[in-house]
């Protein structure tokens, strides 16, 4: 195997995966800051102030970033029991129409979202107990949105090509792929 196929391999996992191994760091992060003020607790009987925020903080953006790895893999929510019973053409339309709507939700909520970071980084106060400004906690949500935007706006695609090409576009119970 030449270099440059590993190189292209190991950028294709990285792709197919950005996001879960963000998550995983953020909840790795979040499980040790609960387990140190688990720890806290027991010894000093006095956790930490920041651990509250931070926990709530780290899990937020956990969950967004997560999101959109959910959307990149199919792993989301879906009825797909009563569209087994659809034709092709009826699961592509209704698939575009799930991803157009998760793009539009995304974009409702991102754009919204950028004026609560905005104030947030006017304000200029940093989370409880630590030198992190409170703008980096909500940039979650506008992060989380321009992923999810992405990854559907990729899925939108990938359901055209395989619709294009003749494929099977139904969507299955199996959120493992």
Known sequence: MSASTK?????GKLEENF???IAIVLISLYTLLIFYTVVQRVTFENPPSFT?????????????????????????FRFSLARSKLSNR???????????????FAAIIGYYSIELVQRRLATGRPIL??????????????????????????????I???YESGEDVTPTSDISK
């Open 19 to 21: 996001e879960g191994y």
């Open 7 to 11: 190189y292209g391999e190991t950028l």
């Open 90 to 104: 009826a699961n592509y339309v209704l698939r575009y129409v799930d991803f157009l709507t998760w793009v539009s």
């Open 129 to 158: 107990g630590t030198p992190i400004p409170q703008w980096m906690a909500y940039l979650a949500i506008p992060v989380g949105m321009a992923l999810i935007i992405l990854r559907a706006t990729q899925q939108i695609i990938i």
């Open 160 to 162: 055209k090509r395989k």
């Open 52 to 76: 509250l925020n931070g926990t709530l903080f780290l899990f937020t953006w956990m969950v967004w970033v997560a999101a959109a790895w959910a959307i990149r893999h199919e792993s989301h």
